[in-house]
């Protein structure tokens, strides 16, 4: 795919061998979060890009195709899914601004229709390697289900005085660069990002050391309490990754 080049770094590609995988996943999920803010995109088509993206590197071997011509058409054809319905020319044009900070705007020549007949190609090549399943039940209505539950609960001064709310959410946005939304069910991140966001602050749910059973628990009954280390677990090293990356 040597047309590539004139839009993504060859430095950028080569990385891949520099690295290892899930710092390129990384690195291109940040592109694709950051390009669908740029793009006017929801929480809900960025988070299925970047599951669409991990699900597709599942099945197939990160050498055999550009990450971020993958990337590219994941946001494509997340639009498409979600009914936020984007132009090619508008995420060709935010791409290489993104990746090519300095350089001049494309011009509409061979090179830029190349483009964008990949992307369309490679949403199909997508759509038959994931057998067309790219609609995914993702956590955020739970976790908004859970904070207002939660809210309710707590005591005001000490909920309106921690963020917890927004912190929850800012590590729901980051768990889409790794592959937590693939390996647990969606109530399950939604309890771990308010679990780890509430440790955070020292925030305690009232009379929970009383109750038969944890608040999380009654949230999601089949949650365990090694299940939600895990996710925690993951989430810390997705952060550990991110102070490893320039």
């Known amino acids: 795919m040597e047309f590539l080049q004139f839009i ?21 999920t940040r592109f ?27 099945e197939t071997k990160l050498d055999a195709y550009d990450p971020y011509l993958i990337a590219m058409s994941a946001i494509y054809l997340a639009g498409k899914v979600e009914e936020q319905h ?20 494309l011009e509409l020549d061979s090179w830029f229709w190349e483009l964008r007949d990949s992307i369309v190609q490679c949403e199909l090549l997508m759509l038959r390697v994931l057998h067309f399943r790219v609609s995914f039940q993702h956590p955020h209505k739970y976790l908004l289900h859970y904070l207002i539950s939660l809210k309710n609960w707590m005591n005001r001064h000490s909920w309106e005085r921690t963020p917890v709310s927004l912190v929850a959410w800012a590590l729901l946005r980051d768990s889409y660069h790794g592959v937590l939304c693939l390996r647990y069910p969606a109530p399950h991140i939604a309890v771990a990002v308010l679990y780890l966001a509430l440790q955070c602050y020292g925030v305690e749910v009232p009379a929970d050391s009383e109750a038969e059973k944890p608040w999380w628990q009654v949230f999601s009954e089949d949650l365990t309490k090694p299940v939600i280390d895990n996710i925690v677990s993951d989430l810390i090293q997705i952060y550990t990754m991110d102070t490893e990356i320039p």
Not at 8 to 28: M, N
Not at 93 to 101: M, T
């Open 86 to 105: 984007l132009r090619t020319r508008d995420i060709i044009n935010v791409s290489h601004r993104y990746l090519n900070p300095k350089s001049e705007p």
């Open 8 to 28: 993504i770094p060859l430095s950028t590609i080569k990385e891949g061998h520099l690295v290892s995988e899930a710092k390129v996943h990384f690195k291109v």
């Open 32 to 58: 694709i979060m950051e390009a669908g803010v740029k793009l006017g995109m929801q929480s809900i088509p960025i988070a299925t890009a970047c599951t669409i993206y991990h699900k597709f590197f599942c």
